[in-house]
């Protein structure tokens, strides 16, 4: 008796039904992100969804160092059109998350231009990049992976001759969040003498110093360049040259973010290495730049416009 129950039980425990059932009870797999591409337009739909504004446009220029086409999202303020002889201060947002696309910051154009509809700003131009397929960083292993090179050597010259912006450092700033807040304080100390204000937010300064203290290993999959090329070895070196220009700097970050500790001891890092800097901590916000925006972007956009207006005699 007791055998013939347990092969009832076993034929149950096997049955098509059940093992579906179990199968369907199992965690579903974290899904993969989508593939890679330089171009991520959106449709007419999905923009009509996020209500952005009309004068939130898709481009794209064609590298030089890949021969293929590289998109990006530029915000110009109405004035753009109306005053055809005027030019602008602009900025630089670099998206968070990998792989990169330039439509995954896209939203913060709203508040842009709110503050320039009311005046809170002057009118400035906002450009959001793609940052390559690992956000920001140059990373030969991949194929056309030069995320970094291809925003500094390549985008910036393209935007500053296509479009009327002031053509000069004294009216460029960059500023972007999490895995951006990574590339825009790499970014700025490597090269300060392009930008005339950095607002890196939310920034991963606890796997930058996984990279330092590990030659180079982010994971056990990714490396980069064994030596330096880390926030935390670049403000060092920036903090060490005698001819280094006078960058304005701001940190952001939510106190309910993940990287809300890790930011509070790089700006102690920084008061360290004796780097002048600003810090917003913006009470009760998690890991969101939209959400920090919706609270306190407005501080974030004023921060770049006070150190436009402060250059606008030297600049033109």
């Known amino acids: 008796m007791k055998f013939q129950t347990t092969l009832l039980f076993l034929s149950l425990l096997l049955s098509p039904a059940l093992l579906c059932a179990q199968k369907e009870n199992q965690p579903s797999k974290k899904k993969s992100p989508p593939p890679f591409s330089w171009t991520n337009p959106l449709t007419e739909k999905q923009i009509q969804y996020k209500k952005l504004p009309a004068s939130l446009k898709h481009a794209t220029f064609k590298s030089p160092s890949m021969d293929l086409d590289v998109g990006y999202f530029i ?98 700033g960059i500023e972007g969040f999490s895995q951006g807040g990574r590339g825009t304080t790499r970014i700025m100390f490597k090269h300060p003498e392009l930008f005339a204000s950095a607002a890196p937010g939310g920034s991963g300064y606890e796997p930058e110093k996984r990279i330092q203290e590990n030659d180079g290993w982010e994971s056990n999959s990714i490396r980069f360049l064994p030596v330096g090329y880390n926030t935390w070895d670049l403000a060092e070196v920036f903090s060490e040259r005698t001819n280094k220009p006078a960058l304005p700097i701001l940190l952001w970050v939510g106190t309910k973010g993940f990287n809300y500790e890790y930011n509070l001891k790089f700006s102690e890092y920084l008061d360290e290495l004796g780097v002048p800097h600003e810090i917003i901590t913006v009470e009760g916000i998690d890991h969101s730049a939209s959400r920090i925006y919706e609270k306190q972007g407005l501080d974030l956009m004023s921060f770049h416009d006070k150190n436009f207006k402060a250059n606008a005699k030297t600049a033109k």
């Not at 968070?96 to 231009?113: C, I, T």
């Open 75 to 172: 915000y110009l303020p109405p004035e753009y059109n109306t005053k055809k002889n005027k030019r602008f201060p602009v900025v630089y947002h670099l998206h968070g998350g990998r792989p990169g696309s330039e439509a995954k910051s896209v939203q913060l154009s709203k508040f842009v231009d709110k503050a320039i509809a009311n005046e809170e700003i002057q009118p400035t131009i906002y450009v959001f990049p793609n940052g390559g397929p690992v956000s920001w960083y140059n990373y030969p292993e991949k194929e056309n992976g030069l995320g970094e090179d291809v925003f500094v050597n390549e985008l910036i010259p393209h935007i500053d001759e296509t479009y009327r912006t002031w053509g000069t450092p004294e009216g460029r």
